[in-house]
């Protein structure tokens, strides 16, 4: 059998001995690294500290919307202020692989099954993508805290079997009169009232196919986990709500015009957003 030459220097390189890897010269600068494990334990300290501030806030907070007696007490509404006191908002950065979501889904867990949330209370987990969200329902469920992701009416409703193999553009929307519900945003009303229910009228729809109403159990779960858009919208039927998590970077749902445009990428400010900023009211990892 005739071997070409090509041939027989492809199966020399084949057999020649492995080349050893060096380790490369780092491109950039470690100074401000630390260990990963030193990072976690930061990463506790700071969440727990938190949760510890927010344990002595709940109580005057609680003790306020009683004496108020106000009449749609089943939501706390975060825009006011209920107590002297202002709210506990702590923030941590920690580089992605690090652990934080299952650190603190751990944490709350432990805050939830210690007792320190209060009867008829819930926490408010935001997250930027519902996929993570579902994740994220899932660790709670495995830690023992029951969890339920919310939808807006726009949603995809993934309850229906098929429906996210679908183009997206064909897919089943949490509310299925979106035609009903366009109109109602266009005249500024109320959408619960003027599209779910009001008094005795309702949708054709709300007891019988509804994803939007399906998504609301009998009983209140002790995490709500949802889109970053609501941090921007009260959601009376998330019921009264101890303290909220923003998990990844959030300010873009609630801020336009500083998209990125071909090779131009815009950005904002802490000093520009500080200038119209209202007192803060939330925390966040």
């Not at 709940?58 to 919307?65: G, H, L, S, V």
């Amino acid at each position: 059998m005739n071997i070409s030459a090509r041939t027989k220097e492809l199966i020399e390189r084949i057999a020649a001995p492995k080349i050893t890897l060096k380790l490369a010269v780092p491109t950039y600068s470690a100074a401000n690294s630390v260990p990963a494990e030193e990072a976690r334990a930061e990463f506790d300290q700071v969440f727990d500290s938190f949760l510890d501030a927010t344990e002595e806030w709940i109580e005057p907070a609680e003790q306020d919307e009683e004496d108020d007696e106000q009449e749609d007490n089943a939501f706390l509404d975060f825009g006011e202020e209920h107590t002297e006191k202002p709210r506990p908002v702590h923030a941590v950065c920690i580089t992605t692989g690090g652990g934080k979501t299952q650190r603190a889904a751990a944490r709350i867990a432990r805050f939830v099954q210690g007792g320190k949330l209060k009867p008829g209370w819930s926490v408010l987990y935001l997250v930027p993508r519902h996929e993570l969200g579902e994740h994220i329902d899932d660790l709670f469920r495995d830690l023992g805290v029951t969890a339920q992701v919310y939808r807006g009416r726009r949603a995809d409703d993934p309850n229906i079997p098929g429906n996210m193999d679908l183009p997206k553009d064909k897919r089943t929307k949490m509310c299925i009169d979106l035609e009903s519900l366009s109109r109602a945003e266009k005249c500024g009303k109320d959408i619960t009232k003027a599209c779910c229910k009001y008094k005795k009228v309702k949708c054709k729809f709300y007891d019988d196919g509804c994803g939007y109403q399906e998504q609301f159990p009998d009983q209140q779960p002790q995490v709500w986990i949802a889109a970053h858009e609501m941090i921007h919208y009260a959601q009376k039927r998330f019921g009264k709500i101890a303290f909220i998590v923003i998990d990844e970077s959030f300010w873009k749902r609630g801020v336009y015009g500083v998209e990125t445009r071909g090779d131009e990428t815009r950005g904002i400010s802490l000093e520009d957003m500080a200038l119209d900023m209202p007192h803060p009211v939330i925390g966040g990892i």
